[in-house]
């Protein structure tokens, strides 16, 4: 009796273990900051230009030490891959292949590089039949 009582404890004191670093471990993802997900380094003629993108925002620099940023965050949610500014837009790409470019009060989506997403699902055998066999038509018999 004494041994089960002893096994007990030790399997309560592993299971509260495992609990309390469950726990832990997902209430210190919640305090993750902000990372840089694009930078980039434009120059035109003798000037320099930096653009980087600090969560969804967009920061650029058409002549240090000033910094400016984008009033409006850049939408989508999937991470920016690639930041660009010349004398009209600022232009952010995205990993979806969205390309957005503000346009002084907005942000407009341009193009998506990608094109439309391939379709998951499958054709049934029968779809895939009457598709090669010239439809549902060639694919009755008389009997």
């Given at each position: 009796?004494?041994?089960?009582r002893?096994?007990f ?66 939408p ?47 054709e ?20």
């Amino acid at each position: 009796m004494h041994k089960a009582r002893s096994f007990f404890s030790i399997c309560a004191g592993i299971f509260l273990l495992a609990l309390a670093y469950h726990l832990g471990a997902r209430s210190a993802t919640a305090q993750a900051s902000s990372s840089v997900e694009a930078v980039n380094l434009e120059t035109y003629g003798s000037i320099s230009y930096y653009t980087c993108v600090v969560g969804r925002t967009f920061y650029f620099t058409p002549s240090l030490p000033a910094i400016y940023t984008v009033a409006l965050p850049v939408p989508g949610t999937s991470p920016i891959v690639a930041t660009s500014i010349d004398q009209v837009y600022l232009t952010a790409i995205l990993a979806s292949g969205d390309v957005y470019q503000w346009d002084g009060s907005a942000w407009v989506l341009r193009v998506n590089l990608i094109g439309s997403p391939t379709p998951a699902t499958q054709e049934t055998w029968g779809e895939l039949k009457a598709k090669y066999r010239g439809g549902a038509g060639a694919a009755t018999q008389d009997k």
